[in-house]
């Protein structure tokens, strides 16, 4: 039933039904929520709407559930990403990197969060680690880590800087401005 239920759904998602894909991925979650599979479905069909805080708190539940889930692991990397937490993508990247060196799938999400941050060339390098190696990844998986690679090299072929500077760092440089601009205007309040 559990397994009937998760096909059901992604063949909602394939069809691009993702509140019908929902419906069963919860019916699935209802009927064994102790297996993590269906929560990462519930984050994807999630995603397909926009809904990004459900779509975290789904692929948390799937990590609570089995924190060696690698594919939650990476797509909550970034949604991390897209809540400007650079540290922690690149750590549950790194994570789930170590976790299971040759899944593609891990590669591509890595990629993408190179890809985003705009180091193109570490997109390309790491899109062609994952398919170098043994991944063991479907025929749509793969296809997907070569539209991509095509698109990074795309990207990365005319660069005139090859290592943009790196955002992490440009943080850390305008949280200390800020700190700064706050302490000055506390030290120009009068005091009543």
């Known amino acids: 039933m559990y397994t009937e239920l998760l096909e059901k759904g992604y063949a909602c998602l394939r069809r691009s039904d993702p509140h019908g894909a929902l419906i069963r991925f919860q019916n699935a979650t209802e009927n064994e929520p102790e297996r993590p599979q269906g ?3 519930q984050a994807q069909a999630y995603l397909e709407q926009g809904l990004r805080e459900e779509t975290r708190n789904a692929l948390e539940t799937a990590l609570r559930i089995d924190p060696t889930y690698v594919a939650a692991r990476a797509y909550l990397a970034i949604e991390l990403l897209k809540n400007y937490d650079l540290d922690g993508a690149q750590k549950e990247l790194d994570q789930a990197l170590h976790d299971e ?4 799938l891990v590669h ?5 969060y190179y890809y985003r941050l705009g180091f193109y060339p ?3 390098v790491m899109l062609e680690q994952g398919l170098k190696g043994p991944h063991g990844a479907n025929e749509h998986v793969v296809a997907m880590a070569r539209q991509f690679l095509t698109q990074a090299r795309g990207k990365s072929h005319n660069l005139i800087l090859r290592e943009p500077p790196d955002p992490r760092r440009l943080g850390t440089f305008f949280s200390r401005f800020r700190s700064h601009k706050r302490e000055r205007i506390i030290q120009n309040v009068p005091s009543s």
Do not use: D, M, W
């Not at 591509?108 to 993408?112: D, L, M, R, S, V």
């Open 39 to 41: 929560y990462f479905a």
């Open 101 to 104: 060196p040759a899944n593609l």
């Open 108 to 112: 591509i999400k890595y990629a993408e």
């Open 122 to 124: 570490r997109s390309v």
